[in-house]
């Protein structure tokens, strides 16, 4: 591989760059059949429509306010390991911690249950807050999304999708208007079965507003050769065996890749401390500017860590990071969430080495399938290390007792607030 091609001597570290050994321990969801279960939580939430299937299955549509509840976590839990299009943003692990430190506005979870004699079965959650149309205008359901969490896929049972998109419509069409006019769904994946029968369903209703898509950077499996053979030009490589080389020439170099948890904790400050010393601690915008972004931090990898569903890469040369990547997520599905690197080093392509390590390291997993950069369309660095693409793009939904017009007030009203924010934020950076 790249990262281990110099001669042996060269790297002052017995293991190598790129064959270090960390502990590897396999994610284990709990996964009990929810038709065991006997308390059926749903009378403890906000309950908005039910009806019966042909089957004679009751389908209840309600908010839940209290996500911690232990019974439904268990739900939550067994949809996590059954859904399509895997989102960790929407995990209980994460949302708490979410819903705790950074969400402006009071996080509903939005779910459709199925209610049969042997049980409750939880078949579609997403995090939504209570948004208005204008001050004083509609609500609407908005799934939630923030500059942390840019994927808003729900979490979907894989096993029967075109069935619970059919019965949550129904739920859908139900619903009073007081309840709400609509729901709005930002970053959402094109192509997985959940989009296919979310916007057959919609168009049969005339009902759906397209808006904000794009592609980002991704990165699907390589086969059998590593990542950077397949993906990095021979002229690209041998740049990065020269400054690999230069840096050996510095000190001891090694790259660490934490899992356990308080391995991640220490990695996670180290990560801090870089990304506040580079642009985004000048531009206010790093997670330790803000209390609460970095208690929110904190919280999040060691949740995740302890599900084993974070792990930190750190670039050391000396014992000292001076590059830094958290990645999240398990089941082979993953999201590059955050990198950061010393700015000293900026000459050394450190940042760089450390990705194309990281992408050695995960493609060569034997169960990875995916990883998601939820980078910007136009992030130059991410379009170049991460070939494929991910297409995602903004749905509003107008709901049956609501206005034709419903989802172009929504998306304009969307359209309108994404503006004003990006002129407040560049009044900031002045």
Same mark, same amino acid.
């Given at each position: 591989?790249?990262?281990? /091609?110099?001669?042996?001597?060269? !790297? ?36 908005? *429509? ?26 939550? %839990?067994?949809?996590?390991?059954? /859904? ?93 208007? *007081? ?7 930002? /970053? ?18 005339? @009902? ?32 990065? @065996? !020269? ?39 000048? @531009? ?7 209390? *609460? ?10 949740? =995740? ?29 993953? !999201? ?10 900026? %000459? ?10 990281? %992408? ?20 130059? %660095? ?31 009203? =969307? ?16």
């Amino acid at each position: 591989m790249l990262l281990s /091609s110099l001669p042996e001597g060269q !790297v002052n570290q017995p293991a190598g760059l790129h064959n270090m050994t960390t502990k590897q321990t396999k994610n284990s969801l709990p996964l009990k059949s929810l038709r065991q279960q006997t308390q059926d939580w749903s009378h403890y939430t906000n309950i908005l *429509s039910e009806h019966v299937d042909l089957e004679g299955s009751t389908w209840c549509l309600g908010l839940i306010t209290d996500l911690n509840m232990m019974t439904f976590q268990h739900s939550w %839990n067994d949809l996590v390991a059954n /859904s399509e299009h895997r989102n960790v943003f929407f995990e209980p692990e994460f949302l708490s911690q979410s819903a705790k430190w950074i969400a402006r506005r009071e996080i509903k979870g939005l779910y459709l249950a199925e209610r049969m004699p042997t049980g409750i079965e939880l078949r579609f959650f997403t995090p939504v807050t209570i948004e208005r149309t204008g001050k004083i205008g509609p609500k609407f359901f908005r799934v939630w999304s923030s500059e942390f969490t840019p994927l808003g896929q729900p979490l979907i049972d894989k096993r029967d999708v075109d069935r619970i998109v059919e019965e949550l419509f129904k739920a859908f069409d139900q619903l009073p208007a *007081s309840q709400a006019h609509g729901i709005l769904i930002n /970053s959402l994946p094109v192509g997985t079965q959940f989009y296919s029968a979310f916007t057959k369903a919609g168009d049969e209703r005339k @009902r759906l507003q397209f808006f904000n898509q794009f592609e980002r950077a991704a990165m699907h499996p390589v086969g059998k050769k590593t990542y950077d053979m397949t993906h990095l030009s021979g002229k690209r490589r041998q740049r990065f @065996r !020269v400054a690999l080389s230069r840096l050996i020439e510095l000190g001891d170099v090694a790259v660490e890749e934490a899992t356990d948890v308080q391995d991640i904790e220490i990695g996670m400050l180290d990560f801090l401390y870089l990304e506040k010393r580079g642009w985004k601690g000048r @531009r206010h915008t790093a997670l330790a500017n803000n209390n *609460s972004t970095r208690q929110f931090a904190m919280d999040m990898i060691r949740s =995740l860590g302890m599900k084993k569903k974070c792990r930190i890469f750190s670039f050391k040369l000396d014992g000292n990071t001076i590059a830094s990547m958290i990645v999240l997520g398990s089941a082979g599905r993953y !999201v590059a969430w955050k990198i950061a690197y010393d700015e000293h080093y900026a %000459n050394h392509s450190v940042g760089n080495l450390l990705l194309v390590d990281a %992408n050695n390291r995960l493609t060569g997993e034997p169960d990875f399938e995916f990883l998601d950069s939820v980078a910007v369309p136009d992030n130059e %660095n991410a379009n170049r290390f991460w070939p494929d693409r991910l297409k995602v793009c903004s749905v509003a939904l107008g709901f049956a007792k609501s206005s034709p017009q419903m989802p172009l007030y929504i998306a304009r009203n =969307l359209s309108i607030y994404g503006i004003l924010k990006r002129k407040a934020r560049k009044m900031l950076k002045r």
